[in-house]
Every structure is written in structure tokens, then in C-alpha cells.
């Protein structure tokens, strides 16, 4: 178990310090982990993210604008996600598959034009065997054309936050202004895994077909899901303007989790030569994160991080800390280097409503290098003393 001592608390009025050990990832501020050389990757670009901790680990050209291919796909079956869970659509239901979505070129899940397939079965074809057909079939199913789904599609990259991306079609196919970046395509993917766990496992399929549609090409493009156990997902693309691309992520088991626990990473891939070679770059990226960083916990779920005074409340004390807990990604054998310190907005007056920040946990190393910086919000309600009370710290607060 990892004791962290609290340096250095910024109170005026007598903050105390809570030593709290472990769990995982918290929305954080990412930021980039201590300077270390990833090693040589054959990509045009990439970025490797530790998505418990919300760290991006390594990146190159991360911001530059290129075609997605079929990595578009991830926000199409995002839209898809999203309309599931509003129950807008079910699994169950069925879409024609219409002259359009039959006549798509490249990647197909080899449906007839007339043909009634469940959304289900559609998604496995668009995502297991990268099917242009069932993701038109989709876009005209869910959006009504092909073109007011592409326009939910902007308008959800919007919402993410992915704001050097433009999408012209669901599928991935060359276009003009059809284009993302690594980065945007980390949050997205980032995104999918978060609001979605539950569809996850479509992208570790290896293998699926349509009944009654030819076997051809039924297998996932994704090598890294028969190569290494711990990955599961995320999507290939390619067009030969993109190069060989993939989204890859895994989840293997680490004990710098005290009592076990499963850490994440992500690896965004765009430009390689060859299909082999996406899959062999995208491994090195992710046993380098594995094998260079570890995983380190800082405070447990719900737990407080400091008990700071209260004026003029009902309890005289604060449950302060982070709801879902901290993770930090640190370079091996640096986790006695790592430094936490509390901000606080003294004095705090009552009432506190659960949820609300009244400081900051700032992580660093000794060096200097942030680690991340995470929102200190109240645990449990602080209610306003009655007048008596609040009269009494009013004049407290006077002769301080």
C-alpha cells in the first residue's frame, strides 16, 4: 500500500491533512508524465494515453490533421451507442438494407438490397468486419440519410470536444475536409470505453458473419486481438491516402493497485505501411507504457483528502477529497518522487452542497514534472447553522 504525506496544505484557518491510500482513475486535468524517449515508431503519427490515470504517456504529431479511414466508424458506432441508450432504437430492430448501402465499394458485410437486419447484427458487420454497407444501412436507419447522420456525427464531435475534426461520411472513405487528428481520436475512443462498457465487447470479436452472406472477410483486421490477450479493440482503418491505421487498447493486471486492479491504455496509431506493421508499432507503444510506467494510487473512491474548518455550518468540519479517486501513471521506480499538495478556498462557509469544488490536488514529481491536477470536491452536505451560530463565526472570522 502507497502512504502519500501531504507537503504542503495552502490553509489559513486550519485545514487538516487526511494520508489516504489508493483507487482508481478520477477526471483529472491530463497532463503529460515525466519526459521519457518512447522508442522508434514506423506511424506518420501517434499518441499512447494511460487511460486510468488520464495521462498521455507519448505522442507525435498528435494535432495534425489526417484522414481517419475506417477509424471514423468509432464515432458512427458512437452515435449508434447514444441512440441506444436514449432507447431511440433497440438491438432488436431491423433496418432495410437499401441500393445505396449495397452498392458501397471497399470493406462489406455482403447484405442484399431488401434485406431486414437487426441493429445488433449490423453493428458487428460495421465493426468486426468494417462493412461500408452496414454502416450506411445504419446512418439511413438511424438518421433518416446518410447525410443528416453525418451531421449528428459533427455535431456529437462538437460535444466531445474533438474540435480539429470533420466528418464527411459514416464509413471513412476519402473526401475532402474528411479529416481528425490522434488526439481527438484518443478522446473519442477514450469517450466510447467510458459511456458505453457495455458494447465494448463487440470490438473484441475475431471473427463474425451475417447468416447466409459469403464468409469472405469475416474475420477482425485488428492482429493485435489474436497476437496479445489483454487487447481488447478498438478499429482498423485504411485508405491509401490514410496508410494502415489502428485504435488499440488493453487492460492488463497491475499490484501497484494495492489488492489488484486493472490498468488501461490506449494507442492511436494513423500511417503505417502495412497492416503487420500497425499492429507491430501499436504493440511496441503499448509494452513500452507497461513496462516504463506504473500505476500508483492516491486516494481511494469517495474518501477525503484534507477535513478543512467550516464557518458557520452545523458541523464544524468538511469531508473534502476526489468522488472517483486518484490514479497517477509515474516512470518506474518513481513513486516515492511523487508530490501532492492541496489548495484550498478558505474560509469555507456553510452551506456545502455535495459535489461542490472548493479546492484543488495538485500531483507532481520532485523534479518538477506535473502529473495532473484534480478538482477537491465536498464528500457530504454541510447545512447552515442557525442565526446564534452564524453570528458567533461572523465574530470569530472579525478577530482573526
Request: charged letters at 15%.
Amino acid at each position: 500500500m502507497f502512504l502519500l504525506v501531504f507537503p504542503h496544505v495552502v490553509r489559513r484557518l486550519g485545514a487538516v491533512c487526511v494520508c489516504a491510500a489508493a483507487l482508481l482513475g478520477a477526471a483529472a486535468v491530463p497532463a503529460q508524465a515525466a519526459v521519457m524517449a518512447p522508442p522508434p515508431v514506423a506511424a506518420r503519427a501517434y499518441l499512447l494515453m494511460d487511460i486510468t490515470s488520464g495521462q498521455v504517456l507519448a505522442e507525435h504529431i498528435s494535432d495534425e490533421p489526417v484522414e481517419p479511414a475506417s477509424l471514423t466508424k468509432l464515432m458512427s458506432a458512437y452515435v449508434v451507442f447514444e441512440a441506444l441508450k436514449k432507447k431511440q432504437i433497440t438491438l432488436e430492430q431491423t433496418f432495410t438494407v437499401s441500393e445505396r448501402a449495397w452498392r458501397m465499394p471497399g470493406s462489406r458485410m455482403f447484405v442484399e438490397p431488401g434485406m431486414q437486419v437487426p441493429v445488433l447484427d449490423l453493428l458487428k458487420g460495421m465493426i468486426v468486419q468494417s462493412g461500408n454497407d452496414a454502416t450506411t444501412v445504419l446512418a439511413e436507419g438511424l438518421g433518416g440519410s446518410v447525410e443528416q447522420f453525418v451531421a449528428m456525427m459533427n455535431a456529437q464531435a462538437k460535444a466531445l470536444g474533438m474540435n480539429n475534426t470533420g466528418y464527411r461520411n459514416p464509413e471513412g472513405l476519402t473526401a475532402d475536409g474528411h479529416t481528425t487528428t490522434a488526439r481527438d481520436l484518443a478522446t473519442l475512443a477514450t469517450r466510447l470505453m467510458r459511456d458505453f462498457p457495455e458494447y465494448v465487447p463487440l470490438y473484441a470479436i475475431k471473427h463474425y458473419r451475417y447468416p447466409g452472406t459469403p464468409a469472405a472477410n469475416d474475420t477482425n483486421r485488428n492482429l493485435l486481438l489474436f497476437r496479445d490477450p489483454s487487447v481488447d479493440g478498438l478499429k482498423t482503418g485504411h485508405t491509401s491516402a490514410a496508410g494502415y491505421c489502428l485504435v488499440a487498447t488493453a487492460s492488463r493486471p497491475v499490484t501497484g493497485l494495492g489488492g489488484g486492479g486493472q490498468r488501461r491504455l490506449l494507442s492511436v496509431l494513423l500511417g503505417a505501411d502495412s497492416a503487420s506493421s500497425r499492429a507491430t508499432e501499436s504493440q511496441k507503444l503499448l509494452n513500452w507504457g507497461y513496462t516504463s510506467f506504473e500505476a500508483v494510487r492516491i486516494t481511494e473512491p469517495g474518501k477525503s483528502v484534507v477535513e478543512p474548518k467550516v464557518w458557520k455550518g452545523v458541523q464544524t468540519i468538511a469531508q473534502v477529497g476526489v468522488p472517483a479517486g486518484v490514479v497517477v501513471a509515474v516512470p518506474r521506480g518513481a513513486r516515492a518522487d511523487v508530490q501532492v499538495s492541496t489548495t484550498l478556498d478558505e474560509p469555507l462557509m456553510a452551506p456545502l452542497a455535495v459535489g461542490q469544488q472548493v479546492g484543488t490536488l495538485t500531483l507532481s514529481l520532485k523534479d518538477g514534472t506535473a502529473l495532473g491536477s484534480y478538482p477537491l470536491q465536498v464528500l457530504a452536505p454541510v447545512a447552515q447553522a442557525g442565526f446564534v451560530g452564524r453570528v458567533w463565526d461572523s465574530l470569530l472570522l472579525w478577530a482573526e
